[in-house]
């Protein structure tokens, strides 16, 4: 969480608002959040670890022995987040909604600097590597065999990229600060690079056009959970200018479910139904750019789409709750400006 979400989470913990209705919104919004979790759970254990799947249960003919006992398993997962959400509800009856909201674009921001710390040891690594092989340097510092290796995506994937993501994990909890204005440098450097190097050197390789492409469209897909919470995104304001705070809150509320959500779950179902779809495809098949010598970066510019979908689903989620607080004209709401935006 940044500085300024610690700031608004312990404002909202220090309004101390509850009113009827509170613990419905409240759990809407954390089944909201765990679906989304459960989603993307289910995926990876049935397309990356092949688990039958929550359809296997109603399916002819059904699953026996343990793929019976594994189709249950995925249907408890979402099953579970229901109940946790419940309960955490249940048991936190003094929790007001911008507590609540706080909290999911807590995750958000979170589940964000993850993927920025991911992208960024990626795209460095993966850079050098491609250095590396299109200069005919890595048969002699690292050896020809583990020069081959590198040269398949399906050993570059687990062996390179995916101890990246662990690091990542570690450094995104270690620091609350969302680095987008440092990316958006770095993407500027990488750029003018290709020109210097180009220009004045007459040098230009396929890997580092790549990590331009890496680079942007990482700050783009991650940028957004953060600049909705700072409401920082362009609004077609004819009429939403002139509308009171209450009136705002309302039309954010219904806008975030009825199209925000519905958006991100639309995202989320048609890229990652099946084998095929257009987020598990690429990252099934460690998917790499025909330029020769290129980063093998491309199958996660398509998971980019779920980075974007899942913490845009969490953000609208927490915009809901914070919006419904503002209809309500409940203490401790936000100030928030579109310059704030990152």
């Known amino acids: 969480m940044s500085t300024a979400t610690d700031g608004a989470y312990a404002d909202a913990m220090g309004a101390d608002v509850y009113r009827p209705g509170t613990a419905v919104i409240r759990t809407f919004g954390w089944i909201s959040v765990a679906m989304a979790f459960a989603y993307v759970i289910n995926n990876f254990l049935c397309f990356w670890l ?3 799947g929550v359809f296997a249960l ?39 909604l911008r507590a609540e909201a706080m909290a999911m674009a807590a995750i958000a921001n979170y589940i964000v600097r993850f993927a920025f710390w991911s992208v960024l040891l990626i795209g460095l690594i993966d850079a050098v590597i491609s250095f590396l092989r299109v200069e005919a340097l890595a048969d002699q510092i690292l050896g020809p065999e583990l020069a081959t290796e590198l040269g398949r995506s399906r050993f570059r994937g687990p062996y390179v990229h995916a101890p990246m993501l662990v690091i990542a994990l570690v450094i995104a909890a270690r620091t609350r600060s969302l680095g987008f204005h440092w990316l958006a440098l770095l993407v500027v450097l990488a750029e003018l690079g290709i020109v210097l190097s180009r220009f004045v050197f007459s040098y230009e390789q396929a890997f580092q056009g ?11 897909l991650f940028a957004s959970a953060y600049t909705l919470f700072e409401d920082g995104h362009v609004r077609v304001d004819v009429l939403y200018a002139g509308f009171s705070e209450k009136t705002k809150g309302l039309i954010n509320a219904l806008g975030s479910v009825f199209l925000g959500l519905v958006l991100c779950w639309t995202i989320m179902i048609l890229g990652m139904w099946n084998q095929s779809s257009i987020i598990n495809s690429p990252l099934l098949a460690y998917e790499v750019s025909q330029s020769g010598f290129g980063m093998y970066v491309k199958y996660w510019m398509a998971g980019f789409l779920a980075v974007f ?27 928030t400006t579109p310059s704030s935006a990152t």
């Open 50 to 52: 092949e688990w039958p």
């Open 58 to 96: 109603i399916a002819e003919p059904r699953p026996a022995g343990t793929g019976m006992v594994l189709a249950l398993v995925q249907t408890a997962l979402f099953v579970l987040g229901i109940l946790l959400a419940i309960l955490f509800v249940a048991r936190s009856p003094s929790r007001n």
């Open 309 to 335: 979908a899942v913490t845009m689903s969490i953000q609208f989620t927490s915009f809901t709750l914070e919006s419904i607080a503002n209809f309500r004209q409940e203490p401790g709401a936000r100030e």
């Open 210 to 220: 790549d990590l331009v492409r890496f680079w942007y469209g990482a700050l783009f």
